[in-house]
């Protein structure tokens, strides 16, 4: 009676494991299918924000006002400007030659311009242009007293401390008196410092002829001084054919050390977001995504009310967190760039006469496909959360798994070694090689190196003996060493695992199984595929096997051992190797090593 208790006990245990795994195969499937839909939706709404033409029409307008040379001088563009001179002979001549554009190619009008330039005859330059100059004090460094007789004043580096907001020079129009920020716009990041808005400000005329004289008497009575520390033009374009703003500011920065670095932004932005109805469509999926937000949010909220701390014990679900933090962050911004675009842009459009500051609205702008793009990028990892699909990725998610310790500590190590060789080429190089003027650039030029991209010609003229040996001691203890170390570890894990998976430790919840079990059922219940059983199948192949081994000579004491060791094998599986234990790799028990010695022997 016992003994049919106990039967009866194991019965309803396998039959509840069973149950167990139907419900986990079908919850898996959908939820694998709901995903694959949301990644679909978001894939056609981040494509649906960008186009070709944004490329295209940021080449064009970089063309012009970057690769335009000065009449005369081939060489001298904004690029190569490296002094005030060059400056104004392209504020005089590329830049003002590519501001204006009030005729056809042949000196006839096309079409009524209406009082604005049409820049290649298709981007309409809205309201004028500005130039903004930000300048430091003097005195804000300190002469050394031997030097003081030969040099009084000292101007230093920019910075918001040492800006001056004094006005000066002519001090009768705002180009010569400083003035405060009205605008919205973030700082601006540039190689010697972050500037702040405001300065000394004016805009460009309508007119030609007119911004020509302004810079001629502004070249005259010097108003670039030894204070001056950058300058910006912004001005902004829209393109109706391909409905793309173009937001545009050229940076000449001036450092104290002497002469002129430049840099320059171009934004081709979609503002104008719903248009054709295409746009529709996009706005369709900008809705169904926040509805799979929605349900998303719900679904962790109720795994971390049931599972509470053991939720977080899963990669998986910090990653489904930072995805879901991702997606409320990108639809902030985006719900932030429309209410700012509803409210400013018509503002903007109507005042024709000054400049309109669409760098405000650009930058949000940039921000939200910055944002949108990171998020599609964790998107697309977390599919690796089904890395079960089949054996190769099975293998690989494994391997990852398995040597993620032996990793970390190599990464100490290398790290340790790779930023010593940092700090030592930026100290020996670093006034005189470009690669290693800075920490930052160090670290970027030694991963450089390990790709095979360096300057070693440099290196060596800069220090005739340390660098040789910097950059072959550095070869080899970097390149041949660590990183060989790093593919050992990587190879030895991995030759473990195959290993494992050869002799059948593999995980039984494969995605690939369901897939296909679900399939044979379905063939099944519409009849297209006789029903088989598998345990029928296993009784007559292994009756087959055994019938098989009496015709071939094999006495009886064999075929019982063998029988006996394949029913030991999967019993062993079915204890380690299944899905309700937590680790696939359990050690073989001594019990059982003796059970399986005593079944050779017999």
Same mark, same amino acid.
């Given at each position: 009676?016992?003994?049919? &208790?106990?039967?009866?006990?194991? *019965?309803?245990?396998?039959?509840?494991?069973?149950?167990?795994?139907?419900?986990?195969?079908?919850?898996?499937?959908?939820?694998?299918?709901?995903?694959?839909?949301?990644?679909?939706?978001?894939?056609?709404?981040?494509?649906?924000m960008v186009n070709p033409h944004m490329y295209y029409l940021n080449k064009v307008m970089s063309s012009l006002f970057l690769d335009t040379s000065v009449p005369g001088e081939e060489r001298t563009n904004f690029k190569s400007?490296?002094?005030?001179?060059?400056?104004?002979?392209?504020?005089?001549?590329?830049?003002?030659?590519?501001?204006?554009?009030?005729?056809?190619?042949?000196?006839?009008?096309?079409?009524?311009?209406?009082?604005?330039?049409?820049? %290649?005859?298709?981007?309409?330059?809205?309201?004028?242009?500005?130039?903004?100059?930000?300048?430091?004090?003097?005195?804000? +460094?300190?002469?050394?007293?031997?030097?003081?007789?030969?040099?009084?004043? +000292?101007?230093?580096?920019?910075?918001?401390?040492?800006?001056?907001?004094?006005?000066? *020079?002519?001090?009768?129009?705002?180009?010569?008196? %400083?003035?405060?920020?009205?605008?919205?716009?973030?700082?601006?990041?540039?190689?010697?410092?972050?500037?702040?808005?405001?300065?000394?400000?004016?805009?460009?005329?309508?007119?030609?002829?007119?911004?020509?004289?302004?810079?001629?008497?502004?070249?005259?009575?010097?108003?670039?001084?030894?204070?001056?520390?950058?300058?910006?033009?912004?001005?902004?374009?829209?393109?109706?054919?391909?409905?793309?703003?173009?937001?545009?500011?050229?940076?000449?920065?001036?450092?104290?050390?002497? *002469?002129?670095?430049?840099?320059?932004?171009?934004?081709?932005?979609?503002?104008?977001?719903?248009?054709?109805?295409?746009?529709?469509?996009?706005?369709? +999926?900008?809705?169904?995504?926040?509805?799979?937000?929605?349900?998303?949010?719900?679904?962790?909220?109720?795994?971390?009310?049931?599972? #509470?701390? /053991?939720?977080? #014990?899963?990669?998986?679900?910090?990653?489904?967190l930072l995805l879901l933090l991702l997606c409320f962050v990108a639809v902030s911004f985006n719900t932030y760039c429309n209410v700012q675009i509803f409210l400013f842009l018509g503002q903007l459009l109507k005042s024709t006469?000054?400049?309109?500051?669409? %760098?405000?609205?650009?930058?949000?702008?940039?921000?939200?496909?910055?944002?949108?793009?990171?998020?599609?990028?964790?998107?697309?990892?977390?599919?690796? #959360?089904?890395?079960?699909?089949?054996?190769?990725?099975?293998?690989?998610? &494994?391997?990852?798994?398995?040597?993620?310790?032996?990793?970390?500590?190599?990464?100490?190590?290398?790290?340790?070694?790779?930023f010593a060789y940092a700090q030592l080429g930026f100290l020996v190089f670093g006034s005189q090689v470009d690669d290693f003027s800075t920490f930052q650039n160090s670290i970027f030029a030694q991963f450089r190196i390990v790709?095979?991209?360096?300057?070693?010609?440099?290196?060596?003229?800069?220090?005739?003996?340390?660098?040789?040996?910097?950059?072959?001691?550095?070869?080899?203890?970097?390149?041949?060493?660590?990183?060989?170390?790093?593919?050992?570890?990587?190879?030895?894990?991995? &030759?473990?695992?195959? /290993?494992?998976?050869?002799? *059948?430790?593999?995980?039984?919840?494969?995605?690939?199984?369901?897939?296909?079990?679900?399939?044979?059922?379905?063939?099944?219940?519409?009849?297209?595929?006789?029903?088989? #059983?598998?345990?029928?199948?296993?009784?007559?192949?292994?009756?087959?096997?055994?019938?098989?081994?009496?015709?071939?000579?094999?006495?009886?004491?064999?075929?019982?051992?063998?029988?006996?060791?394949?029913?030991?094998?999967?019993?062993?599986?079915?204890?380690?190797?299944?899905?309700?234990?937590?680790?696939? %790799?359990?050690?073989?028990?001594?019990?059982?090593?003796?059970?399986?010695?005593?079944?050779?022997?017999?």
């Open positions: 009676m016992a003994e049919a &208790s106990r039967w009866h006990r194991g *019965g309803a245990s396998k039959h509840k494991l069973h149950y167990r795994k139907e419900v986990e195969i079908t919850t898996t499937l959908q939820e694998l299918l709901l995903y694959f839909i949301f990644l679909i939706n978001l894939c056609i709404l981040t494509f649906g400007i490296r002094s005030v001179t060059d400056f104004w002979k392209f504020m005089e001549g590329p830049l003002l030659e590519g501001l204006y554009w009030d005729s056809w190619y042949n000196n006839q009008q096309l079409y009524n311009l209406k009082n604005s330039s049409r820049i %290649y005859y298709e981007n309409i330059l809205l309201g004028v242009p500005r130039v903004r100059q930000l300048k430091v004090r003097n005195n804000t +460094c300190k002469v050394y007293s031997s030097f003081q007789s030969l040099m009084s004043e +000292c101007y230093g580096k920019y910075t918001s401390t040492n800006e001056d907001l004094s006005n000066f *020079g002519l001090q009768i129009n705002t180009e010569w008196r %400083y003035s405060t920020s009205n605008t919205n716009s973030p700082w601006h990041w540039g190689f010697l410092g972050v500037y702040r808005n405001g300065g000394y400000i004016f805009t460009l005329s309508k007119s030609k002829s007119e911004t020509k004289n302004k810079f001629i008497d502004l070249r005259l009575n010097s108003w670039i001084t030894r204070g001056t520390r950058v300058i910006f033009i912004d001005f902004s374009l829209y393109n109706a054919n391909v409905n793309l703003f173009c937001i545009i500011r050229l940076v000449a920065e001036f450092p104290a050390t002497g *002469g002129i670095l430049t840099s320059w932004q171009f934004y081709s932005v979609k503002l104008l977001r719903y248009v054709s109805y295409y746009d529709y469509f996009i706005a369709s +999926c900008e809705i169904t995504f926040c509805i799979f937000l929605f349900v998303f949010t719900t679904q962790e909220v109720k795994k971390i009310k049931e599972f #509470k701390s /053991a939720y977080f #014990k899963s990669i998986w679900n910090w990653l489904e006469e000054q400049y309109s500051d669409f %760098y405000f609205l650009a930058c949000w702008h940039i921000y939200y496909n910055n944002i949108i793009a990171i998020t599609i990028f964790f998107a697309w990892i977390k599919i690796f #959360k089904f890395i079960s699909f089949n054996k190769t990725m099975s293998q690989l998610s &494994s391997t990852l798994s398995r040597c993620i310790k032996d990793i970390v500590g190599f990464a100490i190590m290398f790290f340790i070694i790779f790709l095979g991209d360096f300057n070693f010609a440099g290196i060596q003229q800069a220090n005739p003996i340390l660098g040789p040996i910097y950059f072959i001691t550095f070869i080899f203890f970097v390149f041949f060493v660590l990183l060989n170390m790093f593919l050992a570890i990587i190879n030895d894990t991995y &030759s473990e695992v195959k /290993a494992d998976y050869s002799i *059948g430790r593999r995980p039984d919840f494969e995605l690939g199984k369901m897939i296909k079990q679900s399939y044979k059922n379905v063939l099944e219940k519409f009849r297209l595929k006789k029903a088989q #059983k598998d345990e029928d199948k296993k009784t007559k192949g292994s009756g087959d096997l055994a019938e098989q081994a009496r015709r071939e000579g094999f006495d009886e004491n064999e075929i019982q051992k063998a029988e006996q060791m394949k029913k030991w094998k999967e019993r062993l599986e079915k204890k380690y190797y299944s899905t309700e234990i937590q680790d696939d %790799y359990q050690p073989v028990t001594q019990e059982e090593f003796r059970e399986f010695s005593e079944c050779l022997t017999k």
